[in-house]
DNA sequence: TTAACATTGATAAAATTTTAACAGCCATTG
DNA sequence: CAATGGCTGTTAAAATTTTATCAATGTTAA
């Protein structure tokens, strides 16, 4: 069986991508633990979906498993970071850094991920100068200039929901690409500009939701 | 046109209940405003997608719009609580009460949204104690026993990963129902138990990829 | 060397989700 | 009071996503 060639046009499936870039995840998992190959049955098992989906969703990367054996968890991890768009060094900068973005700031490991964290901003003159993981708090006020020069290409915006769409406008006009948004607040940006929103809230209602389905289980202990 | 009876099974389609628990963070937000009715153009129009998915999403719900005048905010919002199972209390706790855990104690307003947070565990000496927004901390070895008195049905863990799947295990043995994941851990659980699992560095790869279909627009200062 | 085995790559069928279309209803206006 | 216009509820069609299936292939063991 003949690997087709690459598709011109790497269009995944939103759902596709959304469950590669939680591969990437287990998979950089199993390689710390010195695994070397997995197979569409064991991803599966661990994600919780059917080895057909998994082979579904990896069949349009670069990389080829190898039939029989199962795939290569390092090969797989860089093809899905290349497909993902992190193969090269992607820029981001923390925008707000109050309880919030300090957390992203020390937890997210950017690195691991292609990603490099070249900023974070706020406007509080106790925060700004703190040095948090090497990177020093800057005053929102050189924003634009910061995110020209570097060429940033995203930003997690991390401050009260009041302020939201006014920063957002400032780096999109800085030439900003994506914008990773944790407020409430929904923005409205030009076309070819893409924003992601991320609620908490919303996951445990969504979980709430899953709940409901079966009544509460007897404790068990 | 006659509302047919509401469907026995209100089972929704997964990405219906996910759009549902964001239009609740937009409908809130109107609300406050204190705007008292909104049609499925002005909400599609706010989270950027079709007025004929947002009826559509909205098809099932119990409460009805007006035909010809839209839906009124209160009543739709409730729907959609009731809908997600959060028309009664639903009791969650906190495990693990690190940078993360505080941040969600301190930021996220159960309360509006007919949850109620009934427990911070940890295990460290110097962080027990403490209280949060009302909430002292309490000391995880008397988790199990919290958890059943209180009847809590879903958890959030915040823990380093290596301990993830213990305490889950003993979450799921107190009898919670949900567990929202926010460690890399991918967890086991029996069957009828649901585990929502949310990685912000998920969300900045997804946005990435996005990101990855047009280049990054010049900079227009 | 050959046969058995495990597992992918690929395709086709099934299921789900989104989009489109429009009849019917309610408020408003003259 | 009748006509108009805006917008929902509902259904059906289109598009997308998931699932099932199986030939092909490298590896291992006899
Ligand atoms: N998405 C989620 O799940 C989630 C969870 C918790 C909090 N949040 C949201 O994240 C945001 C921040 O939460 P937090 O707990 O960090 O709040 P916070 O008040 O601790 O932090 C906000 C920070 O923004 C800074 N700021 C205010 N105005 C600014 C400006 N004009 N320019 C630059 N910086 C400015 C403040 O100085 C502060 O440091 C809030 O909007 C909150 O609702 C979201
Ligand atoms: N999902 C995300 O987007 C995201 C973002 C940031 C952090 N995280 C994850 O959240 C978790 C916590 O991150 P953090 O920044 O709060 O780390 P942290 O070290 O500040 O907090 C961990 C807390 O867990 C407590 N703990 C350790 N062992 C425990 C036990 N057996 N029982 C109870 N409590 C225990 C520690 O005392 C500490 O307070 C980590 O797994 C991290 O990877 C996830």
């Known amino acids: 069986m003949q690997k087709k060639e690459a ?32 197979s569409s049955s064991e991803l599966a098992e ?80 106790t925060i700004i100068g703190l040095e948090i993981e090497g990177t020093k708090v800057e005053d929102v006020s050189i924003l634009e200039k910061k995110v020209v020069e570097s060429a940033v290409s995203m930003a997690v915006l991390c401050v009260p929901a009041s302020v939201a769409q006014e920063l957002a406008d400032r780096l999109v006009s800085s030439g900003i690409k994506g914008i990773l948004n944790l407020t409430r607040q929904r923005l409205k940006v030009p076309p070819g500009i893409y924003v992601q929103y991320e ?11 899953k709940c409901k389905q079966s009544p509460r289980p007897a404790p068990n202990l």
């Open 7 to 38: 598709p011109l046009h790497n269009n995944l499936a939103w759902p596709t991508v959304q469950r590669l870039s939680e591969y990437l995840i287990i998979l950089e998992q199993f390689a710390e633990g010195g695994r070397e190959v997995i």
């Open 46 to 125: 661990v994600y919780s979906n059917t080895p057909s989906q998994v082979r579904q969703d990896i069949f349009r990367l670069p990389n080829t498993g190898r039939v029989g054996q199962g795939y290569r968890i390092k090969e797989l991890a860089e093809a899905i970071r290349e497909t993902l768009g992190l193969d090269s060094v992607t820029k981001i900068v923390i925008v707000g850094c109050g309880r919030m973005g300090m957390t992203l700031a020390q937890h997210i490991p950017f690195g691991e991920h292609g990603m490099k964290l070249c900023g974070i901003f706020d406007n509080d003159p």
């Open 199 to 209: 609620q908490i809230i919303c996951s445990f209602m969504q979980l709430a939701y």
